[in-house]
Structure formats: structure tokens, C-alpha cells
């Protein structure tokens, strides 16, 4: 059919496929354009130890700061990053302001809690994530441990010769490994205890079971006890209500986060957070 439609112009007759590509195309040009002009700004959310009920580290969550749409979530711009390898651009900008931002609180004589990075899947395959990391802390003057990656099950699983010199270098740089959406993937506790990772993070979906009958609870306790067993931390994701905390405290979970004790914020707003107290 494509060469009995001739001279190569079918195309622009199928309205779909048109649209579609012109959407992306344009929505990677804005994303490409947004890295150079640097558009994308970096919030913090807190995690809480749950023995202590201090705050124990934080996450960085990317932002785009768009000039006329306001302030935009990672759900509208991640995707099109990872297709088009923007990602890995996108990536070092974060990096780079998190090791910013970390100086910046030292500066303030703040005690500056942790702060862990999203690395994507193709962020670890192609991107030199450890030496730009690396580098960034050298430059700062921030210490390697106040860094941590969270990593998706399947990237860490990944048995290519990249990645798993990726992984290599970070564990030896002195950054905690830790694995996010835990439970969505399909790893074994086995194999992320084998590759070395310090901290798993419990998938949101697992949170929301706890308080939906006893399957939930019995799930999230067998994940407490075979982490611990083998010296792995458990954080729960996307805590919202008192009564997911106090089940959570129950099966001796580690860490949580989730909007129930903040959501992200802006850097200039995490002195305000750690005055406060936390659970
Ligand atoms: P994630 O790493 O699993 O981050 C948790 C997401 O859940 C964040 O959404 C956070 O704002 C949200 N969240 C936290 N607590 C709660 C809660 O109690 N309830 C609910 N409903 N949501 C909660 P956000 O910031 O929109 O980020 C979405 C995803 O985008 C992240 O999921 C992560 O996979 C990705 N992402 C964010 N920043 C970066 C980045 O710098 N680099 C890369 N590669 N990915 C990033
Ligand atoms: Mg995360
Ligand atoms: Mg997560
Ligand atoms: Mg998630």
C-alpha cells in the first residue's frame, strides 16, 4: 500500500498518524528546548524513620517550570525524555542540582539529610551516571554519602556488561542503592540481596492494601521480614492516612514518605520542614 500511494506523500494523508507524529515531535522540541533553557527545577520530599519519627532523607523530584503552563509533574514530560534520550541530559541537570543544593544547606550550617535520585533504566545504560556523580560531588565539596540512586527493578537486574559497571562504580563511589516501585517488577529479594542493594522501596499499591484487608498486611510483613533478614531497609511509598502509619509501625517497616507527612517542595522550603516535627 505505502509504495502504490507514490511519491512518498501517502502519509500526510492519515490523519492519525500525522497527528501523532506531530505531537511528538513538537513535545520532544519543547522538552529539548526546556533542558537549554533550564526549565526544570528539583523538590524534595521527606522520608520519615518510623522509630525515630525524624526525618531521615529526602527524594528529589524533577519539575518543569514552564513559562506559560506553570508548574509541570514528571507524568507530562518523563516519557518523551526517555523515547527521544533526553533523559540523560535531563538526568545530569538533576544530579547536578541536587549536589547544588546539598553545598547550599551545608552553607546555612543546616544538618542536610540524604537525598536520593530517580536514575532511569536508559539513564544507567548509556549515561556515564557514576563519573558525572563523581564529578558533581568534587565540584560541591558533598560528601558521596549524602547521595543515594533509586534504580527500577528491571534496571537493576540488568545483567549487561554497562550496567552492572555502573552499579559497580556507584556502590564503590559510597552511594546507597536502593530500589524503587518494589512488588511492580520482577525481581527477587535474592537477587537485589545479591547486588548489593541497601534499601528497598515498597510500591504505593502495597501502602494502599494494608488498610483493605488482611491479604495487604500479610504481604507487606512477609516483604519487612525477608528485607531485614537479609539487612535490607524497607520505606513505604505513598502513605496517606494515620491508619496506614500506624499498621506500617506495626510490621516494623523502616522508613515512609507520602503526602500524609509532605509532598515535594522546593529546596528554600526544606529548612521549614526539618524545624518541624515530623510523625
Ligand atoms: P517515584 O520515584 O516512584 O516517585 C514517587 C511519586 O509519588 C512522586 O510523583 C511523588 O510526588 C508521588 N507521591 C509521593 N507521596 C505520595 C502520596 O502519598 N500519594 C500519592 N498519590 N503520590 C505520592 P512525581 O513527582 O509526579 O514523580 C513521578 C515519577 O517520575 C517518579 O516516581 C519517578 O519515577 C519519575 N521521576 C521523578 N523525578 C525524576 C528524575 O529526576 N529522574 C527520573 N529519571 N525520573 C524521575
Ligand atoms: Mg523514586
Ligand atoms: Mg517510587
Ligand atoms: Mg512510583
Sequence with gaps: AAKSAGKGRYHFYHPNLSESLITRLSREHAVRHAVENDEFVVYFQPRYGVQSGRMSSMEALVRWQHPERGLLYPG???????????????????????????????????????????????????????????????????????????????????????????????????????VDDFGTGHSSLAQLHRLDVDVLKVDKAFTDALTSGTEGQVLFQAIVSMASALDMCVVAEGVETPEQLSMLRKLNCDEVQGFLFSPAVPGDAVAALMARPAL
Excluded at 541530559?89 to 552553607?107: D, P
Excluded at 556515564?128 to 568534587?138: H, I, Q, T
Excluded at 562504580?169 to 542503592?177: S, T
Aim: glycine share 6%; charged share 25%.
Design 76 to 178: 507530562e514530560f518523563i516519557d518523551v525524555a526517555e523515547d527521544t534520550g533526553l533523559i540523560v541530559r535531563l538526568g545530569e541537570l538533576v544530579i547536578e542540582k541536587v549536589c547544588a543544593q546539598l553545598a547550599a544547606w551545608k552553607r546555612m550550617g543546616l544538618h542536610v539529610s540524604p537525598v536520593s535520585v530517580n536514575v532511569s533504566p536508559h539513564q544507567l545504560k548509556v549515561g556515564n551516571v557514576s563519573s558525572y556523580l563523581a564529578a558533581c560531588l568534587r565540584r560541591h565539596d558533598v560528601e558521596a554519602r549524602l547521595v543515594e540512586v533509586e534504580l527500577t527493578e528491571s534496571a537493576v537486574i540488568d545483567q549487561s556488561r554497562g550496567v552492572i559497571r555502573e552499579l559497580q562504580e556507584l556502590r564503590e563511589l559510597g552511594v546507597k542503592l536502593m
